[in-house]
């Protein structure tokens, strides 16, 4: 009987393990931080958006407040695809911190992530 229960709590391990580190893949895949690198490329804050995007308003809302007195510059796909090509932002929202002319990170997602870069 103690046989069974030690074959039942390996594999009940096994499948947590399996388990996080499906999880952990997948959000690595999903929203990697990406360094960008473009000439025209001025210090700021670019919040990357489209109009089907159903929670870019909310990361409007949630930059605006983070930023309080500080701006940011939209972009928007329906404005400026060839920048989105040019930069690879393939997924809205998403937020390009420039601290250096030309060189930034790339973070997609809702700002939380960013907030402590900011």
Same mark, same amino acid.
């Given at each position: ?18 388990? $996080? ?9 999903? $929203?990697?931080?990406?360094?960008? $690198? ?13 109009? $089907? ?27 400026? #695809?060839? @920048? ?8 809205? #929202?998403?937020?390009?911190?420039? @601290? ?19």
């Amino acid at each position: 009987m103690d046989e069974l229960w030690v074959r039942v709590g390996l594999v009940a391990l096994m499948l947590v393990v399996a388990i $996080s580190v499906a999880v952990w893949l997948r959000r690595e895949k999903q $929203s990697p931080i990406r360094d960008i $690198s473009s000439g025209d490329l001025m210090p700021g804050v670019y919040l990357f958006t489209s109009e $089907s995007c159903p929670t870019c308003a909310l990361a409007r809302a949630q930059l605006s407040q983070a930023l309080e007195d500080a701006t940011y510059i939209e972009v928007r796909w329906e404005d400026h #695809p060839g @920048k989105f090509v040019e930069l690879g932002v393939d997924a809205v #929202p998403a937020i390009l911190i420039v @601290k250096v002319p030309g060189i930034g990170k790339l973070y997609p997602g809702q700002p939380e992530r960013v907030l402590a870069e900011l």
